[in-house]
DNA sequence: TATGAATGAGCATTCATTCAT
DNA sequence: CATGAATGAATGCTCATTCAT
C-alpha cells in the first residue's frame, strides 16, 4: 500500500512497515520458504533492524499472526448489529469476514493457510482466534434455536460439528472467493446462508436427512 | 505400515517406499522444511538413490500428490453406487471420502494442506483434482435438481458456489474429523448431509434465505 | 561495585564506568565473545557514548589492558618495602600481587588470560608489564647472589629462565587462588616463597640438582 | 603437516586434516575469533564436508583438545621410566612435556590458552587433563617424601598447592619456552627441576622459608 | 553531552544436488 | 543397482560501527 519511505522514521512507522511486508512474504510463500532478506528488503531495511524490533523469524511471523487476527475479529464484531435477529446477525457478521479477508486477502492467507501448516506454536494462535469465532457461531445457532424453534434441544456435538462445518466452509468460501474475480462479499454471504441456514432450520425442526436405511430426502 | 526392507529390489518397490516415506515427512514437515535426507533415510535408501529415481525434490512432491489425490478420488468413485438417487450418491461418496482420508492422514495433509501451501506449481495438480471432485458434485446436484425438483433453472455460479462450499466444508469436515477423536467417517458425512442437503432443497424449491430487506427467515 | 549513576556527569567519571564495565564483560566473556551492546548498557551508556569516547572495540581493550596493569604494577611496587632485605622484597612483592588480584578478579582474567589470547596487538602490551615484573624479580634475584651469596655468577639464561618460571607459577597461582575458596593471597605468597626461594639458594650455592648423569638428587 | 591433498578420499584421513587444520585455526586465533569457514579453507574441504564429519564448531573444538590432551598425556607416560626414583620420573615427564609441547606448539596454545578461555563445557575437558597431571606430580612428591625424606606428613593443601604451583610453572615454561628461540626442552625441565625440587626438598626436611617475623632465609 | 535509528559484513549452519566408484 | 564423498548457495542471526538529531 503506497512505496516504503525511506530514510530515518519512527520506530512504529517502521515496525508497521515490515509487519506489512512480512505479512506479503509470509503469505505468498510460506513460513519456512519465506526469507527474512526478501522481507526486510520489501520492508526498504536493513534485515538487521528487522531483528532488532522484532526479535526473530518466528517472534515477526506470531506477530502477523497476531494483528491479522485481531484486525479480522475486529471487523467482524464492528460489522455484527447486537439488536438484530441471530439469522441477521449471522449474515451481516458473514459479510464483514468476508469483505474483510477480500480487502486483505495476503492476511487471510497467514492465518487460514500458512500458520495453521506450521505446527506449534503457531496453530496455537490460530485456534485462539478460531475458537473465539466457533464459539461465536455456536452462541448463534443455539440464540436461534430459542428464539426461533421452540428449543430443539440439539446434542452438543451436532452443534459443535456443525459450527466447524459452517466456519470451515466460510474460510473455504473466503479463499475461493478471493481466487475467483467477480465474487462480492455480498453474494458470498448469501450463499452460504442460503446454503447453511435453511439446513440448519430443518435440523432444528427435527426434519434431518436420514443416512442409510432411508432411500432418499423429504 | 510394515518395515521398509533393504537391499535389492524392483524399482517399482523401491519408488513406493519412497513415496510413501515422502508422503509422511512432507505431510508432517510441510513442503520446504522437509528435507531430502530425512526422507531418504525413512524410506531406508541413499540419497543419491532417491535422485535417481524421482528426480528432484520438486518432482517427488509432485508424484506424491499425484499419487494421493488419484488414491483419494478412485476411493471416492468406487464408493459411489450410481444406481442411487442422487443424495444417497452423494451421501455414500462423502462416506468415502471421510474414509479415505481418515485412513490416510498424512497424506491428506499433503493434498489439503501442504499442496496448497506452496503456490505453483504445485497448487495446479490440486486445482485439477479438486476441479474433478467439484465438477462432480455439481452434477450430482443438477441432477438432482432434475430428478426431484423439476429444474429449477439454477444459476451456474450459485451451483458452483454451492458445490465450492460443500466441497470446502467437507474438507475442512475431513481435516477436523482426523483432529478430533471419536468422530467417525460415518458421523462426519451425516452431519454434513444434515447440514447440506436441506438448505440445497430449500433453495431449489425457491425457499431461499433472503438477506438484505427482510428482518429475518422463514 | 556501587550502583551506576545516570544522567548527565563529566567525562572522566563516564570513561571509568566504561572501562568498569568493560573489564567485567571482557573477563567474564573474553574478547570476541564480549559485545559492545552489553558492555554499553552495564555501563550505562548507549553505544555511541562507548564510541566517542573510546573510539573503537580494539582501543577500548588496550584500556583495559593498560589500566589494570597499572593497577597491578602500582600495587605491587607499593607493596614492595625497599630497604628489607631482598627475600622479603619478594614475599612482600608476591603477597601485594595476590592480594590485588584476588580484589579484582575480572582484572586478573583480562590480562592473564584474554588479553595473551588474541594476539597482536594485545599480547604486546602484556608482554610489557610482563617484562617489568620478570625485570623486578631477576634484580631481587641478582641482588640476593650478591648479598647473601658472594655472586656465584649466574648465567644470564638461566636467571631469566627462573624468573619467567617463578612468574609463570605466580601467575598460575593466582588464578588458581582465585578459583579455590579458603586460599588467602599470604597463603598463596608464603607457599611459593617456600617452593622457590629455596631451590633458588641451593642452585646460588651450586647444589643444582644434576639432571641426566646421576641416578638421583643430592 | 605437508600440503592437503585434495580429491575424493577415506573419511578418516579427512577428518584428520580437518582436525589438524582446527588446531592450527583455534591455537592462532581462539575459540570465538576462529571462524569454520577458515579452518575448512585450510583443511582443503568445504564447510559442509567439516559439519558432515563435525558436526558443530562447539563438537569440532571439543574433538581438537580430546586428541591434543590425549596425545600430550601419551606423550608424557611414554616418557617416564617406572624403575627410577621419583627425581628422574619427574625429570623425565617433564622433558617429555617440555618436547611434545616444543613440537605441537599450537596443539598446546589449543589446550593450555584457549581451551580455559572458553567456560564449560570446555574448561571440564581441560579439567581432566590437568587434574591427571597434578595427581601424577602430586603422587611422585608423595613417593619422595616416603623414599628419600622419611615421610615429613606434609599437609593435603600444601602439596595440593605445591603440586599446582609446579605445573603451573611448567605450563608457563612451555609457552615461554615456546616464545624464546634456542631454549630446548632438556633445558626447560632441568631448570625447573632446579628450581622446584631442591625447594621442595627444603620443605620436607623443615627447613621452609619462614614469612614474616624472622628477618630473612636459612 | 548524548542517543535513537540504521546498516555492511560476517558467521554458524543446512540443504538440494552431483560425482566417482 | 547403489552409495560414500563432496559442495554451491542460501538462511537465520549477530555485531561493530556510524549518522542525524
Redesign the pocket.
Known amino acids: 500500500m503506497g512505496a516504503v519511505r525511506t530514510?530515518?522514521?519512527?520506530?512504529a512507522v517502521?515496525e508497521r512497515q515490515m509487519l506489512d511486508a512480512a505479512v506479503q512474504i509470509f503469505g505468498r510463500r510460506g513460513y519456512t520458504a519465506?526469507?527474512?532478506?526478501e522481507i526486510a528488503e520489501l520492508a526498504g531495511?536493513?534485515?538487521?533492524?528487522v531483528?532488532?524490533y522484532l526479535n526473530?523469524?518466528?517472534d515477526l511471523f506470531t506477530a502477523c499472526i497476531r494483528r491479522e487476527a485481531a484486525a479480522l475479529t475486529e471487523a467482524v464484531r464492528d460489522g455484527v448489529r447486537p439488536g438484530l435477529p441471530a439469522d441477521r446477525q449471522l449474515y451481516e457478521g458473514l459479510r464483514a469476514f468476508f469483505t474483510h479477508t477480500a480487502r486483505h486477502p495476503e492476511g487471510w492467507t497467514v492465518l487460514h493457510v500458512q500458520a495453521r501448516t506450521q505446527g506449534e506454536p503457531f496453530a496455537a494462535e490460530i485456534a485462539v482466534m478460531r475458537t473465539d469465532i466457533v464459539a461465536f457461531v455456536t452462541e448463534l445457532i443455539l440464540v436461534d434455536a430459542r428464539e426461533a424453534h421452540q428449543d430443539p434441544a440439539l446434542p452438543e456435538r451436532e452443534v459443535a460439528g456443525l459450527a466447524e462445518a459452517l466456519v470451515g466452509a466460510a474460510e473455504s468460501l473466503a479463499s475461493w472467493a478471493n481466487a475467483t474475480p467477480g465474487v462480492t462479499p455480498r453474494q458470498a454471504a448469501a450463499t452460504l446462508m442460503n446454503f447453511a441456514w435453511a439446513g440448519l432450520g430443518d435440523l432444528m425442526e427435527n426434519r434431518p436427512w436420514s443416512p442409510p436405511t432411508e432411500p432418499a430426502r423429504r
Not at 519465506?34 to 532478506?37: E, K, L
Not at 531495511?45 to 533492524?49: A, E, H, N, T
Open positions: 530514510g530515518r522514521m519512527p520506530r517502521r519465506a526469507s527474512m532478506d531495511v536493513s534485515k538487521p533492524l531483528y532488532l526473530s523469524k518466528e
